[in-house]
């Protein structure tokens, strides 16, 4: 066990919800296993339900044997819930809040980490009762780690950023998106960076199209009336897929704050590819009759409504107005109950006559980098083959095994003031822009939804983006 007298506490908002259990519990316990939280690293975990600690630590036992990453191990276990305590209050009554106060007051001038896992419209409430409790005076440093969505347009994302810059300084707010924690988004900047070779192919002379897409196999599950709001584009889009395009695209720097220019540089000049109507496919989920396990309909889930048109599939196709990359068709893809699991990159290069080369780079669940090639077929004759150099990262079990899941790098990051793996307001801000506009283009232009299968690749157009030659 680590060593040292320093408190920590980390206070968990939403402690019976489905993120703490399926990914934070298990990220800490992970964290704990390795020996790399303090002695003095104690989780205060809140809820509204009556549950005592003993109940509480109870409800994570299964939870903690499906989901750890280190293997479930009782001796572990039983040391890392000594460090969780329970504590039951109503977030919105500042006079609850007193009861934390009276936890943190003995160890006054220890880091406090405040976990908000909760609905966004509880952030700006519980923030504020932190600080007019006096729990936040307590400490001698304090961060707020804030769960997505950071807003639904930008006017709402300015609007918490303002409440919650009253209560804490921009560099004490981490905004979470998980992706920044995942092993091949921190990659992407390896693989650009440290493969001179590469840096003169980054370029539309020689890039065709990019494609970023995630795909899911999984519906809405139990969110249905949370994705009712938002839709693929605010869910998956706004957050994910641009923080990878930019990843992938912006120039090299040489600090975070030079990233995060970089970043948002790629962002601002995002724009439809052709301003027309065909930049954009909507899509809805039917259910699959002929499936064995047979499936429902985005309509059919709870809490959605029977006659919804929220879009859960989309496919833009965009370009980054810079110089170097004008021309290049920029694909961003997401579904849910697609016919298949997978986030990646795929890099399309021009090229006459022969297959075209492609490079892509595997994020989920297969992590790896992959280069398709024309070469001579072994043989008497000459005839070309096209052929894939294979690095499939995740297929070799140490790799996985030393992988740290998304949200203990997260974690640890922020136990460690490291900001580099959250998102920067002025991100936020630029994606918000774009995406804001991109949905007053669908509405003003009635952008037809269309409805596609489960199980399939989303609606039949959808592949036309890909293929069809830039114009
Ligand atoms: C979340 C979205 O941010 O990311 C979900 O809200 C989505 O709708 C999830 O399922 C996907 O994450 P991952 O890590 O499985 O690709």
Redesign the pocket.
């Known amino acids: 066990m680590m060593s040292g007298s320093k408190t920590t506490f980390f206070t968990l908002f939403g402690a019976t919800g489905d993120l703490t259990y399926r990914k934070l519990i298990p990220a800490l316990y992970n964290l704990h296993s390795l020996d790399l939280l303090e002695d003095g690293f104690k989780i205060l975990a809140i809820g509204r339900r009556n549950y005592s600690t003993q109940d509480y630590h109870e409800l994570l036992r299964p939870w903690c044997e499906k989901f750890v990453r280190t293997g479930f191990n009782e001796r572990v276990f039983d040391a890392f819930l000594s460090r969780i305590e329970y504590v039951q209050m109503r977030f919105d009554d500042v006079n609850d809040y007193q009861g934390l106060k009276e936890r943190f007051a003995p160890c006054s001038q220890s880091q406090h980490l405040y976990y908000l896992a909760v609905a966004s419209s509880y952030f700006d409430v519980i923030a504020s009762n932190l600080v007019e409790s006096g729990c936040t005076a307590l400490s001698r440093t304090k961060q707020c780690l804030i769960e997505?969505?950071f807003g639904t347009s930008l006017e709402s994302a300015q609007a918490l950023n303002d409440t919650l810059l009253k209560f804490f300084k921009e560099d004490e707010i981490y905004r979470i998106?998980?992706?920044l924690g995942?092993e091949m988004i921190q990659n992407l900047l390896s693989i650009r960076f440290e493969n001179p070779i590469l840096t003169p192919l980054w370029h539309h002379s020689m890039i065709d199209s990019i494609v970023v897409r995630?795909l899911?196999e999984?519906g809405?599950e139990s969110?249905g009336q949370?994705?009712e709001d938002?839709g693929a584009i605010k869910?998956?889009v706004q957050?994910?897929l641009f923080q990878i395009l930019s990843l992938l695209l912006m120039k090299p720097s040489n600090n975070l704050d030079e990233r995060i220019i970089n970043q948002k540089e790629i962002i601002d000049h995002l724009s439809l590819y052709n301003q027309s109507t065909q930049d954009i496919i909507l899509g809805q989920y039917t259910s699959c009759e002929q499936c064995s396990d047979f499936t429902k309909s985005y309509r059919e889930e709870e809490h959605v409504d029977p006659q919804s048109n929220t879009e859960t599939f989309v496919s833009i196709k965009a370009r980054v107005n810079l110089p170097d990359y004008n021309d290049i068709k920029v694909i961003l893809q997401t579904g849910?109950r697609t016919h298949m699991?997978s986030?990646e990159v795929l890099i399309n290069f021009k090229g006459k006559g022969s297959t075209p080369n492609q490079m892509i780079i595997k994020i989920?669940p297969d992590e790896g980098v992959y280069l398709r090639m024309n070469i001579k077929k072994p043989g008497p004759n000459y005839d070309v083959e096209t052929v894939m150099m294979e690095y499939c990262q995740s297929c070799v079990y140490e790799n996985r095994l030393n992988t740290p899941e998304?949200y203990e790098r997260l974690l640890k990051a922020a136990i460690q003031f490291d900001r580099s793996l959250f998102t920067p307001w002025e991100m936020v801000a630029s994606s918000w822009k774009i995406v804001d506009e991109w949905l007053a283009f669908i509405k003003l232009n009635n952008v037809p939804l269309q409805f596609y299968p489960a199980k399939t690749y989303g609606p039949t157009t959808t592949m036309e983006h890909i293929h069809e030659p830039n114009q």
Do not use: G, I, L, Q
């Open positions: 997505k969505p998106d998980h992706y995942k995630a899911e999984v809405v969110r949370y994705y938002f869910d998956m957050n994910h849910k699991r986030t989920s998304a």
